[in-house]
């Protein structure tokens, strides 16, 4: 019976504090492979702020949004966005007492804020992540507010690609 109300009042607890996992905007650039999935719906180029695109993030403690750039000819820039939890989740396997056995873990490895990934002069596309701890803070258009982000952009370099493919 202890054991009972034990159960109960931790229940209680956990429903009066409302006390859940992060919520994150989550949106994709390309759909997974698979034939098995139905998540075009959910491309960052539909990105509406609906709560189609709020996932919760129970193995983080940070949102994630990723900005990068696309310089195509004459001078033009393209940028795309993702937006998602950050991964944060370490799985592993632990030997102790002659036996292994499955661990997890929620590493700290990012720090709020953003940050340029450095290219280490190898010639990638320029790529800004942003990271920060309150539920759906991944949502500003531009992560610096001096523009907004041109999803539509990908779309476009994907359409462009395949015309230039056609006329092979």
């Not at 759909?31 to 180029?45: H, M, R």
């Not at 720090?111 to 340029?116: D, H, I, K, L, Q």
């Not at 001096?146 to 990908?154: L, S």
Request: glycine residues 6%; hydrophobic residues 30%.
């Amino acid at each position: 019976m202890e054991q009972y109300l034990l159960a109960v009042a931790g229940l209680l607890s956990f429903i009066i504090t409302g006390v859940s996992s992060l919520q994150c905007y989550q949106c994709l650039i390309n759909p997974p492979l698979g034939q098995y999935y139905n998540t075009t719906k959910n491309l960052c180029v539909h990105f509406d702020y609906t709560e189609r695109f709020i996932v919760d993030c129970p193995f983080s403690t940070m949102c994630m949004k990723q900005e990068f750039h696309l310089d195509i000819q004459n001078g033009v820039r393209i940028t795309g966005v993702l937006l998602d939890c950050a991964n944060q989740k370490n799985e592993y396997h632990d030997y102790k007492n002659g036996k292994w056995s499955p661990k997890m873990e929620i590493l700290e490895p990012y720090e709020e804020g953003c940050s340029e990934v450095d290219d280490k002069g190898e010639r990638t596309t320029p790529t800004k992540y942003c990271y920060c701890r309150s539920n759906l803070c991944n949502s500003s258009p531009n992560s610096n507010h001096e523009g907004y982000t041109d999803i539509m952009g990908v779309i476009m370099v994907f359409n462009l690609m395949k015309y230039i493919n056609s006329l092979r």
